[in-house]
């Protein structure tokens, strides 16, 4: 089980449900979970990637685009996750940022610390984009693992 996550000290024990999937993959990987937060073997992705499509496709798409491929006010996270740490993301996500542009414009990135539907699947969100990056996923719904053979779901389940 790694350290508690920022986001996981801010909002409380609500985390821990998605650190749970964490450490499955933890395990699997052997490696650094988040340099390499999923699994995917041919083709087919965790259910915390699977599930971080779908919490993406519900709060973060409608400003960084379908398949985090950007919009003309949202940078695309495709990009930003090629170099961009898991702590600089989660810090992002909880608190939002802000800056301006040319011109007196504002781009504002909104804070999703008290959104339990981000805050609970933030790893999962990390792991579909952090995919994404990576070239591991390509655009458009990825086909899961069967749960049998999921570790990530797996302990997900056990955590519920
Ligand atoms: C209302 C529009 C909006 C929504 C919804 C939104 N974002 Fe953003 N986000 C932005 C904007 C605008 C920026 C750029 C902010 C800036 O210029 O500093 C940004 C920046 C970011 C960055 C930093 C990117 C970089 O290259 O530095 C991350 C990471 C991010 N958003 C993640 C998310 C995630 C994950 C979600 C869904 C939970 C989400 N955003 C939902 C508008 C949005």
Known sequence: MRLMSKAAVLIGGAVMLSLGAAGAQEEAEGDNWEDKPYIIEDGKVDYGV???FRRYHNTCHTCHGPDAMGSTFAPALVESLKDMSYADFTETVVNGRQSSGAGG???VM???GENPDVMLYIDHIYAYLKARADGEVARGRPERLDPENDPVFQEYQESQ
């Open 110 to 112: 909104p804070s999703f």
């Open 105 to 107: 414009s504002t781009s």
């Open 50 to 52: 699977y599930n971080g």
